[in-house]
Every structure is written in C-alpha cells, then in structure tokens.
C-alpha cells in the first residue's frame, strides 16, 4: 500500500549537534521526494526536495540524501538550532500529479 | 508577495452541519491541492484542482467537495459533518512539483 514512514517518532539533540532524521518510503516508482518543517499551529513548510535522479541535495544548513536501493531518505540538519525544534515530514510524490503522501512525522526537540 | 492564505483560521460546528473553507494560492500558481491532518498525524491528500478541475483525489468520501475559480483560489466543502471531521484543512498550491501550504483551518465538530 502507501506509505511513507518514519523510524524515529522523537529525536532529541543538543543545541549545536547536527541532527538526522530518518524516513523510509515504500513505492518504489515515486520520482519526487520533499522534507517540510511544521511548527504548532502552523502548516507545513517547505525545507528541500529531491528527485529521484539524484542521491544528494544540499541547502543552507540542510541536505537530503536519497538512498533508491533501499528506498530510504534522510534529513541532515548541521548546528542544529532551538528555533530547528518542529515536526519534520518527508513526503512522496505519487505519480505525475503531484499527489503527496506524507508520514506521520518526526519531532526534533532542540535543548539550549 | 503574500503566499498561500486560508480562512478562516477557527471553526466550530456541529454534526450533520455543512461547512465552506476557502484557499487563495500563492502569486503565480494554478494548482490547488487539499489536505487533512488529524491531530498527531500527517496531512492526508483530499483531492487537487487544475484548470477549475478535480484532477486527483484521495480515499475521501463525496462528502468532500471542492471548487476552483478562474483566479485559481480555491474552496472545500464538506456536507453532513462527522465528529471525525475535525482536523486541520491545509490548502497547498504549487506551480510545477514544490507545493506549498498555506496556515490551514482548524474545524471542530461537535
């Protein structure tokens, strides 16, 4: 079925640590891959994507790996920050109409 | 450039009510895309509107409905309200793939 997931539901680091989080996906014919930051109370924000031609994306502070063989994407954040702490989503594209299907998220909890 | 708007921010209504939530894409796109998202979960794909179509739609009743206008802004309707229904209704738009959201709306059903 669908299903995006993700390993670890609570991740708690250290200011300054750089922190991972994890999500395996499960179609194997998704093209297009997207990490939002959602904060309480507030909708989703867009971090990065990726497609699925690619293993490695990076942005500021931020990197998506692609792993296709064992359908696994990661989230890389470097000196994490307190203002990092939200739910993080990876979400899949489903086929050429942009429909995404999202996991159930990982909360980042970043202490001073 | 003000990007994806919703409203309104709150609602509460009861079962069986219907309710009406509203979605204006960010400057520049034509796509509209509705989700829910139950407290504690992710968002749930609802259905998408193209060129004042549904293109696409998830596993949701036709209890759910939706329309968009020639300005691309975009309405959801959902009739005869379950006390399930309450979640938060995101509105994402999107030019190409990259969608982005909007705040949402809170529904509460009584």
């Known amino acids: 079925g669908e299903s995006v997931g993700l390993h670890l539901p609570t991740l708690s680091v250290q200011e300054g640590d750089n922190s991972i989080i994890n999500c395996a996906y499960s179609n194997s014919a998704s093209d297009y891959f997207i990490w939002y930051k959602q904060e309480s109370g507030k909708g989703p924000q867009f971090i990065i994507d990726i497609r699925s031609n690619m293993d490695k994306r990076q942005g500021q502070r931020v990197t998506v790996l692609l792993n296709k063989t064992v359908k696994h994407l990661s989230l890389q954040i470097a000196a994490t920050q307190p203002g990092d702490s939200a739910v993080y989503f990876c979400a899949e594209n489903m086929g050429g109409f942009q429909k995404l299907v999202f996991g159930t998220g990982t909360r980042l909890l970043v202490s001073p | 450039d003000a990007g994806v708007t919703q409203s309104p921010t709150h609602l509460i209504k009861t079962r069986g009510q219907q309710v009406t939530l509203r979605c204006s894409p960010k400057?520049?796109?034509?796509?509209v895309s509705w989700y829910q998202q139950a407290l504690g979960q992710g968002p749930q794909f609802i259905f998408q509107?193209?060129?004042?179509?549904?293109?696409q739609r998830g596993n949701f009743p036709d209890r759910f409905s939706g329309h968009q206008f020639p300005n691309y802004s975009s309405e959801l309707n959902v009739n005869a309200l379950l006390l399930g229904d309450s979640a938060l209704y995101l509105c994402?738009?999107?030019?190409?793939?990259?969608?982005?959201f909007g705040p949402g709306t809170r529904l509460l059903v009584l």
């Open positions: 509107y193209y060129e004042e179509e549904e293109r």
């Open positions: 400057s520049g796109h034509d796509t």
């Open positions: 994402a738009s999107s030019l190409e793939e990259t969608q982005y």
